[in-house]
C-alpha cells in the first residue's frame, strides 16, 4: 500500500510547496538562460574571426562583452535565489524529520527504548537524516540543473544539426545504463557502512560511558583491542561505499564525452560546407560549447543516481520512525489531593513465571509516610515503578475514585516520580529543575540542602552539570533530582533512595523538609536505610519471594525477625550500613 503522511516522501516535499514555487520559477529561468553561455561563446569567437577578417571593430566586441555580462547578472542572479530556497527547503525538511524522530522517541515506551541500540539510534537521527536530506536536496537542485537545462541544451543541438545531435547522444544514455546497473551494489555497500556507523557509535558510547570502569579492573586494553576492530570494520566498509559511489563518476564523463570526437568531425565538415548542415565558426563553436556541458551534465545526472540510492537506504531505516504520531501531550496540573487504596497488587516480569510481590493490600490518606524495604534485589524499585503505570499489573490502584494503569487513567499530574537514576540532562541546574515550568527553584534547593553547593559553582544555578550530570558529585547528582521532584508536586511522590548519597546530618534535614513540603501528598519512602522508619506512618516489608508483610515499625519489629535484625544492625552502626 502507497505511504501517505510523515512515513512517505511525498510529504515532505508538499509541506514546502511554497519554497518549492520559488524555487521552479527561479529554476527555469535560470536554466533556459544557461543555453545564451554557449551562444555567446561562438558569437565571441565569430567577432574574433571577423575582426581580423576586418568586417568588426573593437566597439562591437566590447558590445558583445557588455551584453555577455549583463545576461551573466542576470543568470546567476536567478541561480543565487534558486540556491538559497533549496537550501532553505532542504534545512525545514531536516528540522520536521528530526522532530517527528523525537516526537516518536519520547513516546516509545521505556522498555523498548532500554532494549533499543543506542548507536544505531545516533546513527538514524543524524547521519541518516542528513543523508535523505541530501538525497532530497541533489534531486530538488538536479531537476533544474541537470533535467531542465539538458532539456534545453538538446532543443538547440537541434536547431543546428539534427543528425549530429542524434549521434552523439547515443553516448549520455550509455553512463545512466552504468549507473543504473551499478544500482544494487552501491545500496547494498551504503546499508552496510550505516550499519558499521551504527555499531561504532555504540562502541563509542560504551567506551566513554565505562572508561574508569576498565580502567579499574584492568579491561582497558582489551577493550581498545575491541574498538579497533569495531573501527576497522567501520573504516573497510565506509571505503567500499565510497569507492562505487565516487571513483566510477570519471568514467561516466568520458563515456559521455565521446561524442566530442563526433562532434569535432562532423561539425568540421558543416563548416567547411560539405556536412550535413552549413556552419560558421560562431555555430561550430556554440554546438562544441553546449554539447560539452551537456555531457558534463549528463554525468551528474549519473551521479545523482548514487546519491539517491544512498538516501533510500537511509529512508528505509528512518522511515519506521516517521510514521505519523500522536502529538505530545500539554503538562498536566497537579491533581488534588486524594485518598490511595491499593488492592492485590502483583507484578511479574514478561517471561519470568515468579511474581516480584502479589497479593499486596494498603491505602494511606493525604499527608501519610511509607517506608517501603526489604532485602537485596527484593523488589522495592519494581513496587515503585508501578505507580508509574508503564507495564501491566495485577490487581487495582485507585486514587481517589480514578483507577491508575492497565488501560483506566494516566498517573500524569497525579505521580512524581525520583528513581534510582537522575536522569539529568546537559543543561543547567535550573533548567534541570524547571524543564520549563516558571517559579523559583531557591525553596526546593534549599529543602535538599543543594543551595550552599550552588552557590559554589561558577555561575551558580546557571552552571552547565554536562551529559548526565557527570559535573556533579553523585550526591549532588540525586539531591537535584529530588529537587526537581519537588518543584513538580504532585500528589502522590514515589521516592526510590533519595537518601543512598548523603550523610546522616542531610538524610535528617532533607526528610524534616519533605515532610513539610508533603504535608498534603502521600509519600511512599523506598529505602534500605532505616533509620528514619519509626517516624514514618505505615511500613512496607518485601520478603523477596513474592509476599509481603504491611504494618507499622512498631508492628513489624515485633513481629518481622529480618526487619528487625536489619534495623538493630543499622542502629547499632548509627544507621550507616548501605547496601
Not at 397 to 409: A, P, Q, R, V, Y
Amino acid at each position: 500500500m502507497k505511504q501517505s503522511g510523515p512515513g512517505s516522501v511525498s510529504y515532505y516535499f508538499h509541506h514546502e510547496k511554497k519554497f518549492l514555487l520559488i524555487v521552479t520559477l527561479s529554476g527555469i529561468l535560470y536554466n533556459i538562460g544557461m543555453i545564451a553561455g554557449p551562444w555567446f561563446d561562438g558569437q565571441l569567437a565569430q567577432y574574433l574571426y571577423d575582426i581580423f577578417g576586418g568586417t568588426r571593430t573593437a566597439a562591437d566586441m566590447y558590445a558583445l562583452c557588455l551584453g555577455y555580462a549583463l545576461v551573466i547578472v542576470g543568470v546567476q542572479g536567478s541561480r543565487y535565489v534558486k540556491r538559497l530556497y533549496v537550501r532553505k527547503f532542504a534545512n525545514n525538511i531536516s528540522l520536521a524529520m528530526k522532530d517527528r524522530i523525537y516526537q516518536h522517541l519520547v513516546q516509545t515506551p521505556k522498555r523498548d527504548m532500554e532494549q533499543a541500540d543506542t548507536g544505531a539510534l545516533m546513527t538514524k537521527v543524524i547521519s541518516d537524516i542528513d543523508t535523505c536530506v541530501e538525497g532530497m536536496r541533489k534531486f530538488t537542485t538536479e531537476i533544474f540543473d541537470t533535467g531542465v537545462v539538458m532539456m534545453a541544451y538538446i532543443v538547440m543541438l537541434l536547431c543546428y544539426d539534427w543528425r549530429l545531435t542524434l549521434c552523439v547522444l547515443v553516448f549520455p544514455p550509455i553512463a545512466y545504463a552504468l549507473a543504473n546497473s551499478l544500482r544494487r551494489l552501491v545500496a547494498t555497500t551504503a546499508a552496510r557502512s550505516k550499519e558499521s556507523s551504527g555499531a561504532l557509535s555504540g562502541m563509542t558510547l560504551d567506551r566513554i560511558s565505562n572508561a574508569l570502569t576498565y580502567r579499574v579492573y584492568g579491561e582497558e586494553a582489551v577493550q581498545d583491542r575491541c574498538y579497533e576492530r569495531y573501527l576497522a570494520d567501520y573504516e573497510k566498509k565506509m571505503i567500499l561505499a565510497n569507492l562505487w559511489e565516487n571513483t566510477l563518476q570519471p568514467i561516466y564523463k568520458v563515456i559521455a564525452m565521446i561524442g566530442t570526437m563526433l562532434v569535432i568531425w562532423f561539425g568540421g565538415h558543416n563548416v567547411q560546407g560539405t556536412g550535413w548542415e552549413s556552419w560558421d565558426i560562431a555555430a561550430f563553436s556554440t554546438y562544441l560549447a553546449c554539447f560539452i556541458k551537456l555531457a558534463t551534465k549528463s554525468s551528474h545526472a549519473a551521479k545523482l543516481f548514487n546519491a539517491i540510492q544512498k538516501a533510500q537506504v537511509s529512508w528505509q531505516r528512518i522511515q519506521p520512525h516517521l510514521q505519523a504520531a500522536a502529538e505530545l501531550r500539554q503538562p498536566v496540573p497537579p491533581a488534588a489531593p486524594a485518598e490511595l487504596t491499593v488492592r492485590h497488587l502483583s507484578f511479574t516480569y514478561p517471561g519470568s513465571a515468579n511474581p516480584i510481590f502479589r497479593d499486596l493490600s494498603f491505602s494511606a490518606k493525604p499527608g501519610t509516610l511509607i517506608g517501603v524495604t526489604g532485602p537485596v534485589a527484593c523488589g522495592k524499585s519494581t513496587l515503585g515503578q508501578a505507580f508509574l503505570c508503564e507495564n501491566p499489573h495485577g490487581g487495582q490502584i485507585f486514587f481517589g475514585d480514578k483507577e491508575l494503569g492497565n488501560g483506566h487513567t494516566a498517573p500524569d499530574g497525579i505521580v512524581g516520580y525520583c528513581g534510582h537514576d537522575a536522569e539529568l540532562f546537559a543543561a543547567t541546574v535550573e533548567e534541570n529543575i524547571r524543564l520549563g515550568l516558571p517559579g523559583d527553584i531557591g525553596t526546593v534547593l534549599k529543602m535538599v540542602c543543594m543551595d550552599q553547593d550552588c552557590v559554589a559553582f561558577p555561575a551558580g544555578t546557571q552552571t552547565p552539570i554536562g551529559e548526565g550530570g557527570q559535573r556533579l558529585s553523585g550526591g549532588q547528582q540525586a539531591r537535584i533530582a529530588l529537587a526537581r521532584t519537588l518543584f513538580h508536586l504532585r500528589p502522590l511522590l514515589i521516592l526510590d533512595d533519595p537518601f543512598a548519597a548523603v550523610d546522616m546530618a542531610t538524610e535528617r534535614t532533607i526528610f524534616d523538609n519533605l515532610r513539610r513540603r508533603g504535608k498534603n501528598c502521600i509519600i511512599l519512602l523506598l529505602s534500605h536505610r532505616l533509620s528514619l522508619f519509626p517516624e514514618l506512618d505505615q511500613v512496607i516489608w518485601l520478603n523477596g519471594d513474592g509476599t509481603a508483610v504491611v504494618s507499622t515499625h512498631e508492628g513489624l519489629y515485633a513481629s518481622c525477625p529480618a526487619y528487625r535484625d536489619l534495623y538493630d544492625l543499622q542502629h547499632a552502626q548509627g544507621g550507616a550500613i548501605h547496601e
